[in-house]
């Protein structure tokens, strides 16, 4: 008999600091072992009600 964990990862952070990005990295190199991976839905929309303060250099860089 095989038992299965599932693991759930998520990622909060600052705006363009590369979470999408590494994700899909993650979620590739993962399948690349052979290990199930499943998107789960709706989980962004919950984490903006939760907003993070933005960086001091924001999307424009040094002020």
Known sequence: MTSTSLIRIG???T???G???LMRR???ELRGWDI?????GGLGRRAA???L??????RRGPR
């Open 19 to 21: 979470k999408s990005l």
């Open 15 to 17: 705006h363009s600091t």
């Open 26 to 28: 993650t979620e590739m």
């Open 36 to 40: 199930p991976v499943a998107r789960t």
């Open 53 to 58: 303060p933005r960086g001091r250099r924001g």
């Open 49 to 51: 009600k939760v907003p």
């Open 11 to 13: 990622v909060m952070g």
